[in-house]
């Protein structure tokens, strides 16, 4: 082998292309030991690349996505705790407010939720201590929620349980009622297309038979119009205006099990198909760089240890 054979041996082990080792071992002959360097110096710089993307790939993907699930699941957790206290979406004045509190704190904990898990991404998959965000930019992602949900079309009010006998928290859309009459062909067939688009207007559930629930309820309209002993003495006449909303055979059970009974039941209500878009609140607070001023700015320099 000459000097210039040499050279060019010596310059090709410095680089990582597959293809130049290819071309290059087709065309010298050179001893097995030397093919065997060649082959895992190639693995090597394969192994390098494939780390290089798939890491800030996963750093850039996971926070999103694990902030989103924190925020569905912190509202879930709200709607059960809204049963425990016997609050629905249709109780006046604190619903909001449990709603406003709910929606704050699954904004907080998503925020913490993004910063973890990009924490252990940067650390190559080790988790070593739970760093918390300050109280600053807890309070900042709190705020930015709320105002994240509100302009996606959310109502705070519709995070607590859904009650029976009051329009639920998919009450999206409904038809004018002919006062206490059942639904007739084409109030049904409209009743059937809300349905399918909306769901029950309590739980969400879009599997079954539809029914038009009347709201108020037909009982409690009655009761309504009856009027007080000084309403029938003056002869003042109450109309009560019902429109007719999608509902589901369940709910409806447990609609005319709570009027009998003079009960308040509520239900867990929920999405089926593709989020909302108020739901997509958490992955935008995941999407954002969450960092502390003490550590560094994530970057591809970081893995390049």
Same mark, same amino acid.
């Given at each position: 082998?000459?000097?210039?054979?040499?050279?060019?041996?010596?310059?090709?082990?410095?680089?990582?292309?597959?293809?130049?080792?290819?071309?290059?071992?087709?065309?010298?002959?050179? #001893?097995?030991?030397?093919?065997?360097?060649?082959?895992?110096?190639?693995?090597?710089?394969?192994?390098?690349?494939?780390?290089?993307?798939?890491?800030?790939?996963?750093?850039?993907?996971?926070?999103? +996505?694990?902030?989103?699930?924190? $925020?569905?699941?912190?509202?879930?957790? !709200?709607?059960?705790? *809204?049963?425990?206290?016997?609050?629905? +979406?249709?109780?006046?004045?604190?619903?909001?407010?449990?709603?406003?509190?709910?929606?704050? !704190?699954?904004?907080?904990? !998503?925020?913490?939720?993004?910063?973890?898990?990009?924490?252990?991404?940067?650390?190559?998959?080790?988790?070593?201590?739970?760093?918390?965000?300050?109280?600053?930019?807890?309070?900042? @992602?709190?705020?930015?929620?709320?105002? !994240?949900?509100? =302009?996606?079309?959310?109502?705070?009010?519709?995070?607590?349980?859904?009650? =029976?006998?009051?329009?639920?928290?998919?009450?999206?859309?409904?038809?004018?009622?002919?006062?206490?009459? @059942?639904?007739?062909?084409?109030?049904? *067939?409209?009743?059937?297309?809300?349905?399918?688009? @909306? *769901? +029950?207007?309590?739980?969400?559930?879009?599997?079954?038979?539809?029914?038009?629930?009347?709201?108020?309820?037909?009982?409690?309209?009655?009761?309504?119009?009856?009027?007080?002993?000084?309403?029938?003495?003056?002869?003042?006449?109450?109309?009560?205006?019902?429109?007719? @909303?999608?509902?589901?055979?369940?709910?409806?059970?447990?609609?005319?099990?709570?009027?009998?009974?003079?009960?308040?039941?509520?239900? $867990?209500?929920?999405?089926?198909?593709?989020?909302?878009? #108020?739901?997509?609140?958490?992955?935008?607070?995941?999407?954002?760089?969450?960092?502390?001023?003490?550590?560094?700015?994530?970057?591809?320099?970081?893995?390049?240890?």
């Amino acid at each position: 082998m000459d000097d210039g054979t040499l050279r060019h041996w010596s310059q090709s082990m410095h680089v990582k292309g597959r293809d130049f080792f290819h071309v290059f071992n087709s065309s010298v002959s050179l #001893p097995p030991s030397i093919t065997s360097a060649i082959n895992k110096l190639q693995e090597s710089g394969g192994n390098g690349s494939r780390k290089d993307w798939r890491r800030p790939l996963l750093a850039t993907i996971l926070p999103p +996505c694990a902030a989103s699930a924190s $925020f569905l699941c912190s509202l879930a957790l !709200a709607q059960g705790a *809204g049963k425990l206290l016997r609050v629905s +979406c249709a109780t006046p004045v604190v619903a909001p407010i449990l709603g406003g509190i709910a929606v704050a !704190a699954a904004s907080a904990t !998503a925020a913490q939720v993004s910063f973890t898990v990009r924490r252990i991404c940067e650390s190559n998959g080790r988790f070593e201590k739970l760093e918390l965000i300050s109280r600053e930019k807890a309070l900042f @992602y709190a705020l930015f929620g709320l105002v !994240a949900y509100k =302009v996606l079309g959310g109502r705070v009010r519709n995070v607590m349980p859904s009650n =029976v006998i009051r329009p639920g928290a998919h009450a999206h859309s409904s038809i004018p009622a002919r006062g206490v009459r @059942y639904a007739n062909d084409v109030e049904s *067939g409209l009743i059937k297309d809300l349905f399918k688009r @909306y *769901g +029950c207007h309590h739980c969400g559930r879009r599997q079954g038979a539809a029914i038009a629930d009347h709201m108020p309820a037909n009982m409690l309209a009655k009761e309504a119009m009856a009027g007080n002993f000084f309403t029938r003495l003056l002869g003042k006449q109450i109309i009560v205006e019902q429109r007719l @909303y999608p509902q589901c055979l369940p709910c409806s059970k447990l609609q005319s099990t709570a009027l009998r009974h003079g009960k308040h039941s509520l239900v $867990f209500h929920y999405h089926r198909g593709i989020p909302q878009p #108020p739901a997509w609140t958490g992955f935008c607070i995941g999407a954002l760089q969450i960092q502390e001023d003490e550590h560094p700015q994530y970057s591809n320099s970081s893995y390049r240890r």
